[in-house]
Structure formats: C-alpha cells, structure tokens
C-alpha cells in the first residue's frame, strides 16, 4: 500500500533494455514495459527526474573474481572488447523504444546488480534533493532488488511500482514483493503511483 509520495522523488528504471527483457519472463513484458513509460511520461511532466539504468556486466569487479570460467563473461581484455562490440550490434544495450528516453533523462551503467556501486547515482539523486524514489524494471529479483537495498541503506523512500516490474522466475518475482519489498518501502500499481503523484505536496 501506498501512503506517499514524496516532493521529491525520482523514477528510476532498471535494466529495460533488449538484452535483459527479450529473456522469458514471468509476466507480459509488454504490460511491464507499458506500465513504466506511463510513469516515465508522468514523471516528466511533472518536472521529475526520470534516471534510465542499463546494465553492462563484461569486465563488473563481480565477474572479474568469478573462479568458474563458464558464466559466460569472458576475463581477458581482448575477449571482453570482442564480446562487447557484439552485444552493441546486437542491440543488447537498447533501451526499449516505448521508454522514449528524453534528453533530459539521466542515464546510468551499472555493472552490478544494484545501480549504486561505482556509479554517479547516489550523488545525482543527493545534488537534487531527492528523498523517494520509485523503481520499476527487470528483473525483480537481482537489478530491482539489488538498487532497493542499496537504496534503503542510504536512507532512501522507495515506492515499487509492482506491475512494472517481472523477473524470470515467478517464485523469485513473487519473494521480493511479498517477503523483501514491504520491509524497506511501500507497493503498489503504477495507477497508485500515478494518483499519489498527483497528491504529493508542490
């Protein structure tokens, strides 16, 4: 249940790009990506920062330490360049085109699962005040999951819009919104968000 939005708050959209949605998921992503571009138009118009976050894993600290060597993410510099060039041909790093990403928007890499760690997030959203923010993307479980932790460890609202948002496994879905989500902020529809948007104080 919502019970706020704040005056200042962010949308933050984690990982809606070619790479990570084209995977089967749990829910319609095209319910799930319609959903976040009403937020994102909303946010706009109502002189919100809308921060669009795309995740690139090849050369992540994480992978880097990883002993085993067929997580797919290869470790010497050459292969990784390589392996790189063909994900951008392949449009891996798209975001999907009915976010209708804006000049205005910020845009952020992560190589983590959280879009904190050695990104510019955490001092973008201190430089502009803001105090809440709401999440959406894919998937539930790790990119969505991953930034509310963070998020919540520096003392952040966090509203999840829970229609806006899917994982590849239902069950993995289904423990971030009834068992983590409720502990560290507030859950709703994006039609929730929406109306509490429209009430938040100017």
């Not at 990506?33 to 909303?42: D, E, P, T, V």
């Not at 010497?76 to 994900?87: H, R």
């Not at 798209?94 to 209708?100: L, M, S, T, V, Y």
């Not at 806006?164 to 902020?185: K, V, W």
Request: hydrophobic fraction near 40%; proline fraction near 5%; charged fraction near 20%.
């Amino acid at each position: 249940m919502i019970t706020r939005i704040d005056k200042n708050t962010a949308l933050v959209l984690i990982d809606l790009q070619t790479g990570i949605f084209s995977r089967q998921t749990a829910h319609p992503v095209k319910d799930v990506i319609h959903n976040a571009a009403q937020l994102a138009a909303a946010f706009r118009k109502a002189g919100l920062p809308v921060i669009v976050v795309n995740v690139n894993p090849i050369g992540s600290p994480a992978m880097l330490v990883r002993a085993d060597v067929n997580n797919g993410l290869p470790k010497d510099p050459a292969a990784q360049q390589q392996q790189l060039e063909a994900m951008k041909a392949g449009g891996f790093f798209d975001i999907a085109p009915e976010i209708n990403v804006q000049p205005e928007d910020i845009r952020i890499t992560k190589g983590t699962w959280s879009a904190f760690p050695n990104t510019p997030l955490l001092g973008i959203l201190r430089e502009r005040n803001i105090t809440n923010i709401v999440l959406a993307g894919v998937s539930t479980s790790i990119g969505v999951e991953g930034t509310a932790r963070s998020a919540n460890e520096n003392g952040f609202n966090i509203t999840f819009a829970t229609d806006a948002m899917t994982d590849t496994q239902l069950a993995c879905h289904e423990n971030s919104l009834h068992y983590i989500f409720p502990r560290i902020g507030e859950t709703g529809t994006t039609a929730d968000i929406l109306h509490h948007l429209n009430l938040r104080e100017k």
